[in-house]
């Protein structure tokens, strides 16, 4: 069974950092493709918004909300994903999961910012920003 599982998140005061990992596991890479696999974040009453997303080549793409603050990258010695935060804002208080495109295919397409492109999905890591 695949699964994904988040770790990093907690409070930190305007200015701080953090970083967040998602460890992928219960699949085999011979037979899946992890596409691309990205971050999402989701506060009550909102949608849920594409943070980060990085292809299976290594190509990143940011939310204008966070460029040059956030930094996606992942290890695929370790099957982990993981997005630096640096300079957080209040606003950047949300539950962040961790999202993959795993397939029986490879795609050409580029990492999606769309939600229902992933198909597998972690629990979520809280993460508070207070001023």
């Known amino acids: 069974q695949v699964q994904l599982v988040e770790s990093g998140g907690g409070s930190v005061q305007a200015g701080g950092s953090l970083r967040l990992s998602c460890a992928a596991s219960g699949y085999r890479s011979s037979t899946n493709y992890m596409n691309y696999m990205g971050w999402f974040r989701q506060t009550l009453g909102k949608e849920r918004e594409g943070v980060a997303a990085?292809?299976?080549?290594?190509?990143?793409s940011y939310a204008d909300s966070v460029k040059g603050r956030f930094t996606i990258s992942k290890d695929n010695a370790k099957n982990t994903l993981y997005l630096q935060m640096n300079s957080l804002k209040p606003e950047d208080t949300a539950m962040y999961y961790c999202a993959a495109n795993l397939r029986l295919w490879k795609t050409c397409a580029p990492a999606s910012w769309y939600a229902y492109e992933y198909n597998y999905w972690g629990q979520g890591t809280q993460v508070t920003v207070s001023s």
């Open positions: 990085i292809d299976s080549d290594g190509s990143t």
